[in-house]
């Protein structure tokens, strides 16, 4: 099996609000994949909460598993209520998984959104493209 390469990206602020990034990946100087994140940075009393929900992949290949991994910042699991995922496709999951894999059926671009509630009712909403 081999790794896909990835690269942390650093970002940092004090406001609260969403974050758009995105990232490419180039090849002789032409984007063949690309996927946006929208990162969730809220405010609630005291404390910085920030969600990075990261596939594994950029591209959606038919019948082939994609990872979503969620990274947590200035909370743990045990703050979670729920975490829902819509997977673009029309299918959905409703839980308490964090990282969850996703085989996709047909191709093309997908958007996966993502929501967590806090036990207390906060929503983070993170969104991605594969």
Do not use: H
Not at 50 to 78: C, E, Q, W
Not at 94 to 115: A, E, F, H, M, R
């Amino acid at each position: 099996m081999s790794r896909t390469p990835s690269q942390d990206v650093i970002f940092s602020t004090s406001q609260a609000g969403n974050y758009s990034i995105t990232a490419k990946a180039y090849r002789n100087n032409i984007i063949i994949a690309a996927s946006q994140i929208i990162v969730s940075v809220s405010s609630t009393t005291q404390r910085n909460i920030s969600v990075i929900l990261r596939p594994d992949s950029l591209t959606n290949k038919v019948n082939t598993p994609i990872k979503f991994t969620t990274t947590l910042n200035g909370i743990t699991a045990s703050a979670i209520k729920s975490v829902s995922w819509d997977f673009g496709d029309g299918s959905n999951s409703v839980g308490n998984d964090l990282s969850i894999s996703k085989i996709y059926l047909t191709s093309g671009p997908k958007v996966i959104t993502q929501k967590i509630i806090l036990n207390d009712n906060t929503e983070l909403i993170t969104m991605t493209t594969v």
